[in-house]
């Protein structure tokens, strides 16, 4: 069974970094693309960015350029992801979501259960 | 990046309504169009892929056509498990962009 564990709720203040994990289990951790997916509270979904896991390839939305990190640890079939200089505007679920583990065409096809960063001063 | 419009932005209906909401994509996305239903407090949950091509264990009440620009969701008789937010994706191109959403209400 696949599934993709997140780590637990985080409160940072306005300014500081966070980094949340997403383990995943049940599929080959290297051959599926990891995405970040965030959602503000009562607003729609927003991609942050994805990991190739098998050569530590990123890509990021325009709007996170140089403030996120996606990385990973294959040894630990986990992914995690960075966000510095948090602002109020940051406070969402954060998900990790899969690609194309079950069926072609990349479907985000798995998710995590989400984790809540809240900036708040 | 491809923007992609739902429509509406939300819907009152009862149970055994047929629903369907519609998804527009700014530019061709040939069948990469996925939708998702989402319910409060959970996330997202892929429900059809490729534009019309349904996830396992998915009910067969919904369905989903559409090709290039315009893609719809349908499902044809409204349980009560359904009311929920759907969301289209595009995942022809990176970023992989997101629909705004459209909530069914109960009626």
């Known amino acids: 069974e696949v599934q993709l564990e997140q780590s637990g709720a985080e409160v940072k203040r306005p300014g500081a970094t966070v980094k949340i994990s997403c383990k995943a289990s049940g599929y080959t951790f290297i051959d599926n693309y990891l995405h970040w997916v965030r959602q503000a509270p009562g607003k729609g979904l927003e991609w942050v960015g994805r990991l190739d896991a098998e050569d530590d390839e990123t890509i990021y939305a325009d709007d996170f350029q140089g403030r996120v990190t996606i990385t990973a640890d294959r040894s630990a079939d986990t992914a995690f992801l960075e966000m510095s200089s948090l602002r109020s505007e940051d406070t969402a679920v954060y998900y990790c979501?899969?690609?194309?583990?079950?069926?072609?065409?990349?479907?985000?096809?798995?998710w995590g259960q989400g984790t809540l960063v809240t900036v708040s001063s | 990046d491809i923007q992609m419009t739902q429509s509406p932005s939300s819907l009152s209906a009862s149970v055994g309504d047929r629903v369907t909401i519609a998804c527009r994509a700014s530019q061709t996305i040939g069948n990469y169009l996925n939708w998702y239903q989402q319910k409060p407090g959970k996330a997202p949950k892929l429900l059809i892929y490729?534009?019309?091509s349904l996830q396992s264990g998915v009910p067969t009440r919904f369905s989903g056509r559409g090709y290039e620009t315009d893609f719809s969701l349908t499902i044809s008789s409204l349980q009560p498990e359904d009311f929920a937010t759907y969301y289209c994706?595009?995942?022809?191109?990176?970023?992989?962009?997101f629909g705004q959403g459209t909530k069914v209400e109960v009626k």
């Open positions: 994706q595009q995942t022809y191109n990176t970023p992989p962009t």
């Open positions: 979501a899969t690609d194309g583990v079950s069926v072609g065409l990349n479907p985000f096809d798995y």
């Open positions: 490729g534009a019309f």
